[in-house]
């Protein structure tokens, strides 16, 4: 049997020994990485102890196609870092980003350099090994994972955007993490700067030229992209060729940070390459990407486990003093910046406070990962550290992971559970009881409908309609009681459905293709932003969240500066587009949400909420309204244009919704069907383009418009003409001041 049978054949007999950790993880409650690790440890035990008396067959194979596998440190990171970052970056809601960025900024770039000061100034003040060695081992340990962190989050309905800190943090701290590691390796070696400004300037090159390679591989991927024809395979394999490509790209052919630029790339075709393919191939593509993060993940944990096991055997008392040493200082590090640094955004109001009960988890919940491993196995093959250097540094990073892993991970949700995060508020309990109440009449018709459609006697049926298989109050009319949930908290948990129903709208309206891809992700942004206002400020961040969504924003009045000093009208046009695209698809989502109200909301809450409620939409719907009938009135033909453009795109959805039925009812072939979707995608393509927009500023003609010069002659209007300037007024703008 050949070398590379027996690799493959021991990789996917980890695979499949991965696919079946899976649900015991879930049903654990723990992070899959936990017994990704203690799997790998396993084997590396098994390779010591079972290995060698195993004899022949399938079993010594695998060990020794494991023990083969001859992954250089450079290929361990080739292989694996790629798919890990770019899934990371392409996953993660990009626009939310950015409202955070200056958190995430924080947390990433200054907590691993905070994180490698402290764990390196501290182990140099207690282990003689040279400070360099130190800073090393603190940029290796600065990486963290958020899988366990997030996943907790979501359970207990934290506000998003502290999941959007804990993702931007990993997402970014990766790649600092490797920067710095990649400075200081320079310096150890003597092929690094020589000077602390010099490591400066170096990472800044590196970071900002990773920025760089990675946003023109991605631009120049977006741009390839209408040519594959909506490919799903196609689309899929420029996304790979992507994320390796500007990992070997920068690192290799323009000298700077391959994982900068991995992670660049990701969020540049997250933002630009959306809007180039289908909803449905844009679900596809991010499922494999998903999987292929999964294997990447799952294999290096295994390795880099199977591999520390044999290192570790060398691990003595003295190690797990410095080991305490380690945990103390990152853990001091990681409050210096939650505790510390973050406060003085917040003080500034680059970023809305964290409460300290989520600071807490964030802080203990920091584990570390796949990168870390990574990095600290490359020193392995590396000539220039000496076997007592390699093993301060591997033993330390790997015993530093698994505690948080084996000691940190698990205790998550014990500490979630003292904090007071996994209760059911009085407001949820009571909600809770409601909605049982509701569906009782609901459920109890439904199940008589089975019953009589299945033949089953109505005395079974009675039977099990009183079991305790549905176990729901009695009486659904009955209207909540003040005690178990105040007025406002009920509006609070009414606006939070309001909004969260409001992002499912813009989710639903994009997959039935009645939202153009251009609007579909700021929408969906503005709803999440909704969601955390509602959270932190009630009503009135849900009045202040839906004002933004049609104010005038940043991009349209630099639209609008650029205008006016340069006299360029192409972004302005856009802009205007844009709004006016955006305050019709909103106006027809919160029409929908009114009905929602008074549907399915107002039953739940109370009429009195109900009724608060509906003053909100009603406020909101006239907000919109004005602003509406403000660009409507200067652009009726454009108005006219985007409604019609927007019930067309109803009108293939629902057609292309009724030949699916046809077909699936078997009343037309496969061919049939084939033909009516390409004819619909043809017809698509011309409902998509949006109509053009004129800004309407021909002076002359503007002129005209005025009473007082409707008979002025052509000579002295062209007069005018010379010596007046277009300008475009917003509303509630001054033209001019008395005086």
Same mark, same amino acid.
């Given at each position: 049997?050949?070398?590379?049978?027996?690799?493959?054949?021991?990789?996917?007999?980890?695979?499949?020994?991965?696919?079946?950790?899976?649900?015991?993880?879930?049903?654990?409650?723990?992070?899959?990485?936990?017994?990704?690790?203690?799997?790998?440890?396993?084997?590396? &035990?098994?390779?010591?102890?079972?290995?060698?008396?195993?004899?022949?067959?399938?079993?010594?194979?695998?060990?020794?196609?494991?023990?083969?596998?001859?992954?250089?440190?450079?290929?361990?990171?080739?292989?694996?870092?790629?798919?890990?970052?770019?899934?990371?970056?392409?996953?993660?809601?990009?626009?939310?980003?950015? =409202?955070?960025?200056?958190?995430?900024?924080?947390?990433?770039?200054?907590?691993? $350099?905070?994180?490698?000061?402290?764990?390196? !100034?501290?182990?140099?003040?207690?282990?003689?090994?040279?400070?360099?060695?130190?800073?090393?081992?603190?940029?290796?340990?600065?990486?963290? =994972?958020?899988?366990?962190?997030?996943?907790?989050?979501?359970?207990?309905?934290?506000?998003?955007?502290?999941?959007? $800190?804990?993702?931007?943090?990993?997402?970014?701290? =990766? @790649? @600092?993490?490797?920067?710095?590691?990649?400075?200081?390796?320079?310096?150890?070696?003597?092929?690094?700067?020589? /000077?602390?400004?010099? *490591?400066?300037?170096?990472? $800044?090159?590196?970071?900002?030229?990773?920025?760089?390679?990675?946003?023109?591989?991605?631009?120049?991927?977006?741009?390839?992209?209408?040519?594959?024809?909506?490919?799903?395979?196609?689309?899929?394999?420029?996304?790979?060729?992507?994320?390796?490509?500007?990992?070997?790209?920068?690192?290799?052919? !323009?000298?700077?940070?391959? &994982?900068?630029?991995?992670?660049?790339?990701?969020?540049?075709?997250?933002?630009?390459?959306?809007?180039?393919?289908?909803?449905?191939?844009?679900?596809?593509?991010?499922?494999?990407?998903?999987?292929?993060?999964?294997?990447?993940?799952?294999?290096?944990?295994?390795?880099?486990?199977?591999?520390? /096991?044999?290192?570790?055997?060398?691990?003595?008392?003295?190690?797990?003093?410095?080991?305490?040493?380690?945990?103390?200082?990152?853990?001091?590090?990681?409050?210096?910046?939650?505790?510390?640094? $973050?406060?003085?955004? /917040?003080?500034?109001?680059?970023?809305?406070?964290?409460?300290?009960?989520?600071?807490?988890?964030?802080?203990?919940?920091?584990?570390?990962?796949?990168?870390?491993?990574?990095?600290?196995?490359?020193?392995?093959?590396?000539?220039?550290?000496?076997?007592?250097?390699?093993?301060?540094?591997?033993?330390?990073?790997?015993?530093?992971?698994?505690?948080?892993?084996?000691?940190?991970?698990?205790?998550?949700?014990?500490?979630?559970?003292?904090?007071?995060?996994?209760?059911?508020?009085?407001?949820?309990?009571?909600?809770?009881?409601?909605?049982?109440?509701?569906?009782?009449?609901?459920?109890?018709?439904?199940?008589?409908?089975?019953?009589? =459609?299945?033949?089953?006697?109505? +005395?079974?049926?009675?039977?099990?309609?009183? /079991?305790?298989?549905?176990?729901?109050?009695?009486?659904?009319?009955?209207?909540?009681?003040?005690?178990?949930?105040?007025?406002?908290?009920?509006?609070?948990?009414?606006?939070?459905?309001?909004?969260?129903? %409001?992002?499912?709208?813009?989710?639903?309206?994009?997959?039935?293709?009645?939202?153009?891809?251009?609007?579909?992700?700021?929408?969906? *942004?503005?709803?999440?932003?909704?969601?955390?206002?509602?959270?932190?400020?009630?009503?009135?961040?849900?009045?202040?969240?839906?004002? #933004?969504?049609?104010?005038?924003?940043?991009? !349209?009045?630099?639209?609008?500066?650029?205008?006016?000093?340069?006299?360029?009208?192409?972004?302005?046009?856009?802009?205007?587009?844009?709004?006016?695209?955006?305050?019709?698809?909103?106006?027809?989502?919160? #029409? +929908?949400?009114?009905?929602?109200?008074?549907?399915?909301?107002?039953?739940?809450?109370?009429?009195?909420?109900?009724?608060?409620?509906?003053?909100?939409?009603?406020?909101?719907? +006239?907000?919109?309204?004005?602003?509406?009938?403000?660009?409507?009135?200067?652009?009726?033909?454009?108005?006219?244009?985007?409604?019609?453009?927007?019930?067309?795109?109803?009108?293939?959805?629902?057609?292309? @919704?009724?030949?699916?039925?046809?077909?699936?009812?078997?009343?037309?072939? #496969?061919?049939?069907?084939?033909?009516?979707?390409?004819?619909?995608?043809?017809?698509?393509?011309?409902? %998509?383009?949006?109509?053009?927009?004129?800004?309407?500023?021909?002076?002359?003609?503007?002129?005209?418009?005025?009473?007082?010069? #409707?008979?002025?002659?052509?000579?002295?209007?062209?007069?005018?003409?010379?010596?007046?300037?277009?300008?475009?007024?917003?509303?509630? %703008?001054?033209? !001019?001041?008395?005086?």
């Amino acid at each position: 049997m050949t070398q590379t049978v027996l690799t493959v054949l021991s990789i996917m007999v980890v695979l499949g020994l991965v696919s079946l950790l899976v649900p015991v993880a879930k049903k654990l409650s723990l992070p899959i990485q936990v017994l990704l690790a203690l799997l790998g440890l396993a084997l590396g &035990v098994a390779l010591v102890v079972v290995a060698p008396t195993s004899g022949e067959g399938v079993t010594k194979d695998v060990f020794y196609g494991l023990d083969n596998l001859g992954i250089t440190s450079q290929g361990f990171l080739l292989l694996f870092l790629p798919p890990l970052l770019f899934t990371a970056g392409l996953t993660i809601d990009v626009r939310r980003l950015l =409202d955070e960025f200056a958190a995430v900024l924080l947390l990433a770039v200054v907590a691993v $350099l905070v994180c490698t000061l402290v764990v390196g !100034f501290a182990l140099n003040a207690v282990y003689e090994v040279s400070l360099l060695l130190c800073l090393l081992l603190g940029a290796i340990i600065s990486s963290t =994972d958020p899988g366990a962190v997030v996943g907790i989050f979501r359970d207990i309905g934290a506000p998003r955007r502290l999941s959007i $800190l804990v993702e931007g943090e990993a997402l970014f701290n =990766d @790649a @600092a993490a490797i920067a710095v590691f990649s400075i200081i390796l320079g310096l150890i070696t003597f092929e690094g700067p020589p /000077s602390v400004s010099g *490591a400066l300037l170096s990472f $800044l090159i590196n970071f900002t030229g990773g920025i760089a390679v990675g946003w023109v591989f991605a631009r120049l991927t977006c741009l390839v992209l209408p040519w594959l024809g909506d490919s799903g395979v196609a689309e899929i394999t420029a996304t790979v060729v992507l994320a390796y490509l500007s990992y070997i790209g920068a690192q290799e052919y !323009f000298g700077v940070s391959g &994982v900068v630029a991995v992670v660049s790339a990701a969020l540049t075709f997250a933002v630009t390459g959306r809007a180039k393919v289908t909803p449905a191939a844009w679900d596809h593509l991010t499922a494999v990407w998903t999987q292929l993060e999964f294997w990447a993940n799952a294999m290096v944990f295994v390795l880099s486990a199977m591999l520390a /096991s044999q290192l570790l055997r060398g691990l003595a008392w003295s190690d797990l003093s410095v080991l305490g040493v380690v945990v103390v200082a990152a853990l001091v590090a990681r409050v210096i910046v939650l505790f510390g640094l $973050l406060p003085l955004l /917040s003080a500034v109001r680059l970023v809305q406070p964290v409460g300290p009960r989520y600071k807490t988890i964030i802080a203990w919940g920091g584990l570390r990962g796949a990168v870390t491993l990574a990095l600290a196995l490359s020193i392995q093959a590396n000539p220039y550290f000496k076997p007592a250097e390699e093993h301060f540094i591997i033993v330390l990073a790997t015993g530093f992971t698994f505690f948080t892993l084996f000691i940190g991970a698990p205790t998550l949700r014990p500490l979630m559970s003292l904090l007071g995060l996994d209760k059911l508020t009085a407001t949820q309990i009571a909600l809770r009881d409601r909605v049982m109440a509701l569906s009782h009449v609901t459920i109890r018709e439904q199940v008589r409908e089975v019953a009589k =459609d299945y033949g089953i006697d109505d +005395e079974l049926r009675d039977q099990v309609i009183a /079991s305790e298989t549905i176990e729901l109050p009695a009486d659904p009319d009955e209207e909540m009681p003040d005690a178990p949930i105040r007025p406002e908290e009920r509006l609070a948990v009414g606006l939070l459905t309001l909004a969260a129903h %409001e992002r499912e709208l813009y989710i639903s309206h994009f997959r039935g293709r009645t939202i153009s891809r251009r609007m579909v992700g700021h929408l969906i *942004a503005a709803a999440g932003r909704t969601m955390d206002r509602v959270k932190a400020n009630g009503p009135g961040g849900y009045t202040d969240a839906t004002r #933004r969504m049609i104010d005038i924003d940043s991009r !349209f009045r630099m639209a609008l500066w650029m205008h006016r000093k340069f006299g360029l009208d192409r972004m302005l046009s856009r802009e205007i587009a844009d709004r006016f695209e955006r305050l019709l698809i909103v106006d027809l989502v919160v #029409r +929908e949400l009114k009905r929602f109200n008074r549907a399915s909301i107002r039953p739940l809450l109370g009429a009195a909420t109900g009724r608060e409620l509906g003053k909100l939409i009603d406020d909101r719907l +006239e907000s919109n309204k004005r602003a509406l009938a403000a660009l409507d009135l200067q652009y009726p033909t454009f108005a006219s244009a985007l409604k019609v453009q927007y019930l067309a795109r109803a009108a293939l959805r629902v057609e292309e @919704a009724e030949y699916t039925r046809k077909w699936r009812d078997s009343l037309i072939s #496969r061919e049939v069907y084939d033909d009516l979707l390409r004819l619909i995608r043809v017809r698509r393509v011309r409902v %998509e383009e949006r109509p053009p927009l004129e800004l309407g500023m021909d002076l002359g003609a503007m002129i005209r418009k005025v009473p007082l010069f #409707r008979d002025t002659g052509q000579a002295t209007l062209d007069r005018m003409v010379q010596l007046l300037k277009p300008r475009l007024a917003l509303p509630g %703008e001054h033209v !001019f001041k008395k005086g």
